[in-house]
């Protein structure tokens, strides 16, 4: 088994786990990814119309997508690629850049 992005000394570890030790661990990733403020931390620089990249779960590939809608828990995207529309947690989602502000200055005062 292989994992695009993933490095092996940690999918071997992981391979090699219990199945109690797994389970502790996705308990605790779960936890982690509904925190609210990993939650803000995407959506904060995210915006109705935006192309993001996110994870499709089926092989662990980075695609491409424009938001349609955005939930509290999750966001709905239309892929640009397939044009199937996908209902995602926000950890499935690379954090956007910060906008940028066209009539700022690059000095402050």
């Known amino acids: 088994m292989s994992a695009p992005g993933i490095d092996p000394r940690v999918l071997d570890a992981l ?5 109690l030790e797994l389970f502790q661990l996705s308990t605790l990733i ?10 803000i931390a995407v ?7 935006q192309t993001v990249r996110f994870v499709d779960w089926r092989d662990g590939s980075l695609r491409e997508g424009k938001v349609v809608a955005m939930r509290e828990a999750q966001v ?6 397939e044009r199937k529309e996908w209902k ?12 940028s502000c066209g009539t700022c200055s690059s000095g402050s005062t």
């Open 15 to 19: 391979q090699n786990a219990s199945s």
């Open 30 to 39: 779960e936890r982690l990814l509904a925190d609210p403020r990993r939650i």
């Open 43 to 49: 959506r904060k620089d995210m915006h109705l119309g």
């Open 76 to 81: 709905t995207l239309q892929d640009l690629h």
């Open 88 to 99: 995602l947690p926000y950890a499935a989602i690379e954090p956007p850049q910060p906008r």
